[in-house]
Each structure stands twice: as C-alpha cells, then as structure tokens.
C-alpha cells in the first residue's frame, strides 16, 4: 500500500494497546503542516449545523482534523472530509475506551499533528476523569495556546470546555432539582484546571438547552461559581440544533435553523449595573434566591440563522447585533424571565479616595490587595476597564487577584473609587 497517499475513501480502524483506543483514518497518512485561523465552535448537542461545521474546518485551513471522543465510531470521517466541500488533509478519529489512552505516544503525536480538534458528544464525566491532569490534556492546551488550532464540541464536547463546568460527576441535574438545592449531590461545578482557553476563561457552558429546559440549573451553576469560587462567571448556552462560532477577535456568531426552527445561544452574566450583586440566599438545603427585584442576570438571546449573522462580542459582553435582552432571576427556587433592557456596564466613575491612594496597597499589585485604617463596614467591588464586577465581598485581605490579567482596574470602597494596575 502507498504509505503517502491512502484511499480518500477508506475507513481504517486500528486497535492498539491492548484496546486503550480505537483509531479510525480517513485522507492523506503524511501529516501537513498549516497554520490554522484559532477559535473555539461550540455545538447545542443534537445534529451538528452544516454552516458551523464549515466555519470551524475552515478555521483550519486546509490541515488534519482529529476526532476525540470516548464512545461510538466513525460518523465524523466521512462527513468532514468530503460532505461539507471543505479540503482538509485528513480527519482522524479517536475513540478513547479507558484513562490509560490519556499517556499513549500515538494519540499525542496525533494531537501534536492536528490543526483542528473536535470533541464529540458523550459523557463530560467520562471525558473529565480519563484526561484530566494527564499528557492528554497537557498536549490539548498546548495546541489552544501555542499552535493556536481552533478547537470545538458538542454536547458533552462543549460542556466541557469552560474555565468552569458542570463535570456530571453523579450524573445530570435538571432545573427543579438545581434550584431547590443548589448544593444537592447532583450539582458538580468544577474549576479544577482541564481546558484552558483564554476566550472562555471566566466562562461555563451549558448545552441542550431547550430539551429539557435548563435555564434554572444554568443561573444556579453560576450561583455556585460565585458563593464556591468568588467569581461572577459568564455563561454560554446552546439550544440542540444552535452552534456558537467564537474567531480569535471574540466575536460569537450564531448558527442554526431560524426562522424555520426556534434555534437560540445565550449568553449570560450577573448584572453590573447592580451595586451589590450577590445572590440573596444560595446555601446548602435551601432553594436559591437570586433576585435582586427580578434584575439579578442579564441574558442575551440570539435566534441563530444559516448564514450566522447575528453576533455578540465577547470583548465586552455587552454588544450584541439581531437579539434581545432578558432579565433572569430566581425567587426561593422559581426561575423567572421577563424583557429586559441592554446592559450598559460602562459607567465607572473614578473619585479620590479618602485623598490618600496609599491607603489601598500595593498599587501596581500583583496578586492581593490590602486595606490600611478600615472601619470594619467596607464593602468591596471590584470592577474591569469595561465596568465589570470582577468581584464583590467584605474580605478583601484575602481574596486572590491572580488569575486576573494585566491592565487597569477600579476599586470601589463603599461609594468611593481607586484606580488600580495589576501587573
């Protein structure tokens, strides 16, 4: 057999290490090097969009393909090397069948080669458990950030690839269940590192998101990001036949069947034009209240069309073109919803703090920040160049700034305001 060229054609399954994997190869065995356009395809779980399939095989201008996945076959293969008329080298999948495939030689080597990788739908337990803190994952996030490949999944395959995610650990978790309790057993939000991706780097996605309803567990997994972590995260959405195409300038557009279909993204944050906008009662046994007179989140929903021309810009959050804004909030474990108004989170106003900047040191700072003369009632916000509450709380001494990148800062201090550098 001609070891340059193998049939286009041709599914070639291999079984190797005792079947830690299963490889199925479709296109050309020589390996081309190309330089891939970055971004990140985020799919809602059922059929996957034609239109954002194209986008994210461009996106690898015209290079290998790798299908990572932990169950089924070969459907991939086929599909993106010749249905969708976009030309790429080769698609590869991989079907890992236990956590020893996590260190094999041959699969990273193949994510090393590949200039796109896609994650299939599943389990995210599954995906979590086998690669987590393992060669896998070391060579996935290498390939994100430097090779700079573009990267995608649906369901389980998008579920996984925020900072935050719901890991499964126990299995799923609907609404009701979320909201009565939104430290029941069910409720498994990780932050422990596993893809890292700067464009979904304060984000948890969420998929499936019309079949069932799951905009309840959604604004509860964010409840629990801020009570757990500290931090008021974002959140991504997809209904099942919606797909989210984020290019490297962050700007998300949105693909699926409307109007034909109902097909929505969504895309949510805690409200920053609220002063203090933590829940009023998220705590163990007792139904989430994240109120704050209806206005607690602000949701932008987006009717994805074919041609994927509706858009929102993750640089801010706040600009979006074709949707609508919604105020989401929950009332002693009840979802509400109604029409909002756009957010406008760009209204810091910077005062002199009590005359005398070295009250708040150091500045530039590095990873924390203290207080000299408090009173004992402060109240801390601390917000980005964009007017985002980055954090809200009481206890400033301690809370860790590290994670946040360089730039310009504010911190208010009850109604007063410092300007902060973070080196």
Not at 50 to 66: C, E, P, R, T, V
Not at 68 to 94: F, K, M, P
Not at 197 to 217: A, E, M, Q, Y
Not at 278 to 292: D, I, K, Q, R, S
Request: aromatic share 12%; glycine share 8%; hydrophobic share 35%.
């Amino acid at each position: 057999m001609n070891k340059i060229l193998l049939s286009l054609l041709t599914l070639i399954p291999f079984l190797i290490n005792g079947q830690s994997y299963t490889s199925y190869f479709t296109g050309n065995a020589t390996d081309l090097v190309s330089n891939p356009s970055g971004g990140v395809c985020l799919m809602g779980g059922a059929s996957e969009d034609d239109n954002a399939m194209k986008w994210f095989l461009q996106k690898a201008n015209g290079g290998d393909i790798l299908i990572l996945r932990t169950t089924g076959s070969n459907g991939y293969n086929s599909y993106l090397y010749s249905s969708l008329g976009i030309t790429v080298n080769s698609v590869e999948t991989i079907v890992c069948n236990n956590a020893s495939a996590s260190s094999d030689p041959y699969i990273l080597q193949k994510i090393q080669q590949a200039e796109a990788i896609w994650f299939a739908g599943g389990d995210q337990w599954t995906y979590v458990s086998y690669w987590r803190n393992t060669p896998v994952e070391e060579a996935i996030n290498e390939a994100i950030n430097q090779r700079k490949i573009v990267i995608g999944g649906t369901s389980a395959g998008m579920a996984i690839q925020g900072k935050y995610y719901f890991s499964a650990q126990n299995g799923t978790v609907t609404s009701s269940t979320a909201l009565g309790n939104p430290y029941n057993n069910q409720m498994t939000v990780d932050s422990t590192h596993f893809i890292e991706n700067s464009t979904l780097s304060n984000v948890i996605t969420d998929t499936h998101f019309d079949n069932p309803d799951r905009k309840g567990r959604l604004l509860t997994f964010l409840a629990r990001i801020k009570n757990d972590y500290g931090q008021f995260a974002k959140a991504i959405a997809c209904d099942e036949y919606t797909a989210v195409c984020i290019d490297t300038n962050g700007i998300a557009r949105v693909f699926g069947g409307y109007p034909t279909y109902d097909d929505n993204a969504y895309f949510i944050q805690s409200n920053c034009e609220l002063e203090n906008p933590n829940p009023e009662n998220c705590t163990p046994g007792n139904p989430l209240t994240w109120n704050l007179e209806g206005l607690a989140l602000k949701a932008y929903q987006i009717k994805g069309d074919a041609a994927g021309t509706k858009t929102f810009d993750l640089t801010d959050w706040q600009t979006g073109v074709g949707g609508a804004w919604y105020n989401w909030s929950s009332s002693n474990g009840a979802f509400g919803e109604e029409i909002g108004s756009p957010l406008n989170c760009n209204n810091v106003s910077v005062d002199d703090f009590l005359d005398d900047f070295d009250v708040i040191y150091p500045n530039p700072f590095i990873n924390q920040l203290t207080q000299l003369n408090k009173s004992g009632d402060e109240h801390y916000t601390f917000i980005n160049y964009c007017g985002e509450i980055i954090w809200y709380g009481k206890d400033l001494d301690h809370h860790d700034f590290s994670h946040l990148s360089s730039g310009v800062y504010f911190l208010k201090v009850n109604n007063k305001t410092i300007k902060l550098i973070k080196q």
